[in-house]
């Protein structure tokens, strides 16, 4: 039974043990793990559509810039802006916006010029009328201001749109301005196609609010379709109806500059506020996406953590199970057979039974000394068995001669100086016999019934007896209660002389072992009950002496032993209790340190997710850079070729005009002929007026072939005129776009080096972020370790307050 029940003790402290551990490791694991995935989830999708959006901002507002750059570059906008006469720039701007829906991907795209002094000269949306002064908007101000092209999502007359505007300079000269405004719509066509694979969809919205307090009404947006009471979208031809109604439908209000991630319907919305010029919100930007880009991230990591648990659950379980084998197989089923040997010698008696365990551990020591205990006990036995046998047999020249030690010492040699005493009692009883025939009394002797030498004694004191009979016989009844433990009995029967003697001596024994006995009785059952002060304290001799010396000398040991128990397990308790307290502390440094190091890892996670979205962009403006280029190598290419057509122009004119004059040559040589034909036709009279009237028809034409080719004539110089100031114009262009290119080649290399510069200190980052990981893990495995010791430490002091408690039962002198 107690087997079972140390089975059952080792099996549930190990299942509780594996249960705290995998509950502890759960918990942290989700404290550690998962719930601040949900957090950074968010953050990097709201981080993600951010970097979007200001990409797709930033490539329209560059694509504005460059296409008001070129509008400034023109001299028919600069002479316009000079003059204030619009008249030639008219058809330009009138065919501006299908110009770019033809050539580009952006469909409204509107065209403005502007005066040095503010004023709005013409707008392609409005070519009817001119605008008021442009200097309160605040990107024209600043563009008045710095003389440089910028651009801005702003929210004016127009609604929302991209708008930007780059200076007119005649060299130092500032002429005004050229703008242009695009809108946004094909942001929302752009992200459905790079997100198509999650149903990616993009709306704007603009707060009514906003718009109230900016123009004092909310009339520009009355017409737009409301998502809610507050909202409308940016305008109705950018959106489809669907985006539309799933927008309205998933819409949840947030205002001001906050951001928010949030799951409906089972989609993830992100939600971000959208700035005007002067960093004012005027509206709210969002992302539609399918929920399993914010879902799949936490239900990977949240499969991990459980394959995690599971694998180091079962771990445990292994590890336990095969400890709880080992204890099972080197100790308790070793004990048991320890404790079936010991019972069987216990039931038996039979001491010759041997443990068969072999091992070389504590319990193959612990069993070894039990069999060679048995051994000694067994010779013992054995030993003092066959003295005791000769003894019977009347042989008392046998001794016991093992080496023994302790309590089997002690038998040996009461079981030797007994003998030794028989021995000469019987020598003595022998004499006293021969002197009781002769009426000597001063020897005692013993009615026993026995052989050999104890025979011949009883032969030679039977004559001796038959005068002892009546005496003797009350003596054998005293003596026989006695025998059974009954000290009470006295002898009480008159004798004289040397009987009487042996009468009072007989009483005196009777009374000396009563007394012995109860002393032995109360020393006994105080030890039972723990009290280790008892000791015997009668007055005795002989071997009486020697059992009452035995059994003091035993208690005085034990009382020893057990103080010295005692004082190791205090001393055990106070020192556990130390270790116990030593190791919390340790314990909650760790901890502290483990938390530290957790924050620090976290803040070089998110300086490493900074450092990357800057790498990021830094590449992307390097791909940006690079169609630029390209873009610019293109157009001096073309700006050649426009220069080779314009010279092949102007030498095709020079022909003409040979033609030309060749036609003039020939129409002045017609009209000789035709006067000549005229001339004789009169000479011919009335036979020759019809040919005269063809004659004059003929003069007529050549005439107007003449006037025609003179006024052909003037055309063509006056365009050779105009080929030629084109052509001085192209090139100066191709020394402008030569310019730029080298500019272009310059910046384009220095983003490139800041691109490897960010993409070098994003790498580095990323080593430290991973090495402050190992470091945490380090520590969370230290802390670990700190908590076993601590638990090691509570059960030790657990285990040596139970020590303390069960000596407690002992009472000792100290």
């Known amino acids: ?25 759960g918990a942290t694991m989700y404290f550690t793990e998962i719930k601040p995935l949900q957090g950074e989830v968010s953050k990097n999708l709201q981080n993600e559509m951010l970097t979007f959006i200001d990409g797709q901002m930033d490539l329209k507002v560059q694509g504005a810039i460059i296409g008001s750059a070129m509008l400034t570059l023109d001299d028919k906008v600069k002479d316009a802006v000079r003059r204030g006469n619009t008249d030639e720039i008219y058809p330009l701007l009138k065919t501006m916006k299908a110009d770019y829906a033809a050539k580009t991907n952006f469909r409204g795209v509107f065209t403005e010029i502007i ?69 946004v ?148 089923n070793p004990l048991q057979e320890l404790n079936k040997t010991i019972t069987e010698v216990d039931q038996s008696g039979n001491f010759a039974l041997r443990s068969k365990i072999t091992s070389d551990d504590e319990v193959g020591e612990t069993a070894k000394a039990i069999n060679r205990h048995l051994d000694k006990v067994n ?70 019934k026995a052989e050999g030498a104890f025979g011949e004694m009883m032969q030679q004191s039977q004559q001796a007896m038959q005068n002892l009979s009546q005496i003797i016989s009350e003596i054998n009844q005293v003596m026989n209660k006695v025998s059974h433990g009954d000290f009470q009995n006295r002898v009480h029967i008159n004798a004289t002389g040397e009987l009487n003697d042996l009468k009072q001596e007989i009483n005196q024994t009777v009374e000396v072992l009563a007394k012995v006995i109860d002393e032995i009785t109360g020393v006994m059952q105080a030890q039972s009950n723990g009290d280790l002060t008892r000791s015997i304290t009668v007055a005795c001799d002989g071997e009486l002496a020697q059992l009452k010396e035995a059994i003091n000398n035993n208690a005085k040991h034990l009382n020893q032993t057990i103080n010295q128990v005692i004082s190791a397990s205090n001393t055990v308790s106070h020192v556990a209790s130390e270790v116990s307290r ?22 070089m996670t998110e300086m ?29 290419q073309v700006m050649k070729q426009t220069i080779n057509a314009m010279g092949e122009i102007q030498e095709s004119s020079k022909r003409i005009e040979e033609i030309v004059t060749l036609i003039d040559s020939i129409a002045f040589q017609t009209n000789l002929l035709a006067l000549n034909a005229a001339v004789e036709a009169a000479r011919a009279g009335e036979h020759g007026r019809g040919f005269a009237v063809v004659a004059g028809e003929v003069r007529a034409l050549a005439q107007k072939s003449a006037d025609a080719a003179r006024e052909i004539n ?39 080096d800041i691109a490897n510069s960010s993409s070098e200190q994003s790498r580095g980052v990323n080593e430290v972020n991973q090495a402050l990981h190992l470091i945490d893990e380090v520590t969370q495995n230290n802390a670990a370790l700190v908590e076993e010791t601590s638990a090691a430490a509570q059960s030790m002091q657990d285990q040596a307050d139970e020590l303390e408690k069960q000596m407690q039962f002992f009472k000792t002198k100290s």
């Open 714 to 752: 003037q055309l063509i110089g006056d365009s050779i005129s105009v080929i030629n100031r084109g052509t001085e114009l192209a090139s100066e262009s191709e020394a402008v776009l030569t310019q730029m290119n080298t500019s272009i080649d310059n910046v384009t290399q220095m983003i490139g």
């Open 608 to 636: 490493n997710s900074a450092i990357e979205a800057n790498a990021n962009n830094a590449v992307n403006v390097d791909k940006l850079e690079h169609e630029l280029q390209k873009n610019s190598v293109n157009a001096g």
């Open 379 to 448: 010779q013992a036995i054995k030993q003092a068995n066959s003295v005791v046998g000769a003894l019977a047999k009347g042989q008392l020249e046998q001794r016991i001669e093992g080496n023994f030690t302790g309590s089997l010492m002690t038998l040996k040699q009461g079981i030797n100086v007994s003998i030794d005493n028989v021995q000469t009692m019987m020598n003595g009883l022998q004499k006293t016999l021969q002197n009781l025939n002769d009426g000597n009394f001063s020897e005692q002797s013993s009615n026993v």
């Open 115 to 183: 005066d040095a002094q503010g004023q709005s000269l013409l707008r392609s949306w409005k070519l009817d009328q001119k605008g008021g002064n442009r200097l309160n908007d605040p990107l024209i101000k600043s563009v008045f201001d710095s003389k440089k092209a910028q651009g801005s999502l702003i929210f004016g007359e127009r609604g929302v749109s991209i708008v930007s505007a780059t200076p007119i300079m005649d060299g130092k000269t500032f002429l005004g301005a050229a703008t242009v405004v695009m809108g």
């Open 582 to 603: 030593g190791s919390m502390s340790l314990s909650d440094s760790v901890q502290q340190q483990a938390a530290s190091m957790e924050e620090t890892s976290a803040t």
């Open 185 to 332: 719509g094909s942001i929302s066509r752009d992200f459905a196609d790079q997100y198509q694979a999650v149903d990616g969809k993009w709306i704007m919205l603009v707060d009514k609010e906003y718009v109230a307090q900016k123009l004092g009404s909310t009339k520009a947006v009355d017409s737009l379709k409301p998502i809610t009471d507050r909202y409308v979208i940016a305008n109705n031809k950018w959106f489809a109806d669907d985006v539309v109604a799933q927008t309205k439908a998933l819409f949840h209000e947030v205002n001001g500059d906050h951001s928010e991630v949030y799951l409906k319907q089972g989609k993830v919305v992100v939600d971000l506020p959208a700035y005007d010029e002067t960093g004012i919100v005027f509206g709210r930007q969002i992302f539609i996406q399918d929920e399993s880009v914010y879902s799949a991230p936490l239900q990977h990591a949240m499969n991990n953590a459980w394959m995690t648990l599971i694998m180091v659950a079962l771990g445990i379980l292994i590890l336990a199970t095969i400890i709880i084998g080992l204890i099972i197989r080197l100790v308790i």
């Open 1 to 25: 039974m107690q087997t079972q029940s140390l089975k059952f003790k080792i099996i549930s402290v190990s299942v509780a043990i594996t249960a705290l551990v995998v509950t502890l490791l």
